[in-house]
């Protein structure tokens, strides 16, 4: 079983910046690819980025993020971040991190484990 947490969301300015942090217990993320994903009021959630285990793993971007969002992982720490850069505020919304035992996705379905997701608010 893995257990995921989310922290480092909060209030920001547009064309601010936020890390988020999503650490792991439970067990080591080896061999897992890892996802963020987003949901904001009144809509369905969306996949924002994914990277997969090995270094040098291809990172896949929502488009709307790419160019500003960069992820990444320490798997010494058994963690992923989400640098977030250039905030807008239709960006506001739960971010969630998500683990899957296999190559990562765009598809939310795909991800078997998931936090509890941190806020991220973006003023004008």
């Known amino acids: 079983q893995v257990q995921l947490v989310e922290s480092g969301g909060g209030l920001v300015q547009a064309g601010g910046s936020l890390r988020l942090s999503c650490a792991a217990s439970?067990?080591?993320?080896?061999?897992?690819?890892m996802g963020w994903f987003r949901q904001a009021p009144g809509k369905e959630r969306e996949f924002v980025a994914a990277?997969?285990?090995?270094?040098?793993?291809?990172?896949y971007y929502a488009d709307s993020v790419k160019g500003r969002f960069t992820i990444s992982r320490d798997n010494a720490k058994n963690t992923v971040y989400l640098q977030m850069s250039s905030l807008k505020p239709e960006d506001t919304a739960i971010y969630y991190c998500?683990?899957?035992?296999?190559?990562?996705?765009?598809?939310?379905?795909?991800?078997?484990?998931w936090g509890q997701g941190t806020q991220v608010t973006v003023s004008s």
């Open positions: 439970g067990r080591t993320l080896t061999g897992y690819g």
């Open positions: 998500a683990a899957v035992q296999d190559s990562p996705s765009t598809y939310d379905s795909r991800y078997k484990y």
């Open positions: 990277i997969g285990w090995w270094s040098g793993s291809t990172k």
